[in-house]
């Protein structure tokens, strides 16, 4: 059975790589790779420019904001997709939310 988190992601939520699980360019397989504890994911190029702005300070409507802007898409759309995928990951224990009050 997967472990799966309680972290419910929301707009103002700053998603952030817990201790141990990584996120980096790997030169051996030439990707971007997430490392967690006993796991290894290679993320697809939308996930990748995703994972790329997540550092622990901005929240993910930022994020959603600039990848709106980079891309010349709508924002609602965009903020929805990024929502969901993010959520995945925090179900998957890749992601926590950084806000000192978050719910669990």
């Not at 939520?13 to 796991?39: C, H, K, Q």
């Not at 622990?56 to 990024?82: C, K, M, S, W, Y």
Request: charged content about 25%; cysteine-free; overall charge negative.
């Amino acid at each position: 059975m997967t472990a799966r988190s309680r972290t419910t992601f929301e707009p103002a939520s700053i998603p952030r790589f817990p201790r141990g699980t990584r996120f980096r360019f790997d030169g051996t397989r030439n990707a971007w790779v997430i490392l967690a504890p006993e796991r290894l994911m290679m993320p697809d190029d939308i996930a990748t420019e995703v994972l790329k702005l997540v550092d622990g300070a901005r929240t993910i409507a930022a994020i959603a904001d600039h990848l709106a802007t980079q891309f010349n898409a709508p924002q609602d759309e965009i903020l929805a997709d990024v929502l969901t995928m993010l959520q995945e990951l925090a179900d998957d224990t890749v992601l926590e939310d950084a806000r000192p009050s978050a719910p669990p």
